[in-house]
């Protein structure tokens, strides 16, 4: 996912796909690029991608970042962005990759579920409004776009069962625009308030933890509905951290929660 500057985005490598054109694509075990794809790769995670693969491989959110990510500060953002770390070998491989293809496949991160599609959010500054836009990128080497299966946006999003992850790319790219400036002044980015935003959105178990067993709830009204959700679904809570965070970071209400 990437935010587009609607100025620039005709000069982004790949072609743009609207909702009724169609790519050819078809990836199966003994293709003769297969599992090429997945090394050496910069596969960035958002939070709904490392809630989906610490459940699917049965560790806590904190195990998980503490194994397979690195994070890191790009320019132009005041959030960190997470790197899923390759394995420490010559090929640099995805550590989920086996010879039978991927291991997290039913939870694989919606880089590689949405490819060959790109999405990308466009933001109409002028109407304050998103739209979700996409590119058609296979590298050179992936044969599997010289296949005959054709594609539209929303029958390969279907196929690839990515319509939740592209959904929760779509509110994770809000939020990330928010940090086009910097919220942190004299803390920076390594303060408490910085370690706050980051568990509550990429450490969902702790944001559990800090939600039900701290002075959270004493401090926070939240709907009793919402609390409900948040209790035993991790998306919702990931949804409500987000929340949580605009609003202690910059006062931007929440139907969800208000301060006592
Ligand atoms: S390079 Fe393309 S066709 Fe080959 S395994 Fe990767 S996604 Fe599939
Ligand atoms: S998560 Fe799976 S599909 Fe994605 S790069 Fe790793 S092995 Fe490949």
């Keep these: 996912m990437k935010y587009i500057d609607i100025d620039k985005k005709d000069e982004l490598a790949g072609r743009q796909v609207g909702e009724k ?4 694509f078809r990836c199966y075990p003994g293709i003769g690029c297969f599992n090429r794809c997945c090394r050496n790769l910069n596969l960035f995670l958002y939070p709904y991608d490392v809630l989906r693969l610490k459940n699917s491989l049965g560790i806590s959110s904190d195990a998980f970042l503490e194994r397979h990510v690195d994070a890191v500060l790009c320019p132009g953002n005041f959030f960190p962005e997470v790197l899923l770390r390759m394995s420490d070998n010559p090929e640099k491989t995805c550590p989920f990759l086996t010879d039978a293809g991927c291991s997290v496949y039913a939870d ?14 466009q933001y109409d500054a002028a109407r304050k409004k998103d739209t979700p836009i996409y590119f058609y990128r296979p590298p050179d080497f ?4 010289h296949e005959d299966d054709r594609w539209d946006v929303a029958s390969w999003a279907k196929d690839q069962d ?32 910085a370690k706050m935003a ?12 800090f939600a039900f067993n701290s002075s959270f709830l004493k401090r926070y009204k939240v709907k009793t509905a919402v609390l409900k959700k948040i209790q035993s679904d991790d998306a919702e809570l990931l949804k409500f951290g987000m929340d949580w965070v605009q609003l202690f970071l910059w006062g931007i209400k929440s139907k969800k929660m208000r301060l006592r």
């Design 162 to 193: 990515a319509r939740r992850y592209q959904q929760m790319t779509i509110r994770w790219a809000q939020f990330k625009r928010l940090f086009i400036d910097d919220p942190w002044g004299v803390e920076g980015p390594e303060g408490s308030r």
């Design 108 to 121: 694989r991160p919606d880089t590689c579920r949405s490819f060959p599609i790109e999405q990308g959010v």
């Design 142 to 145: 992936c044969l599997g776009q």
């Design 21 to 24: 054109d169609t790519f050819s």
């Design 198 to 209: 980051f568990m509550a959105t990429y450490n969902i178990d702790r944001f559990h933890e």
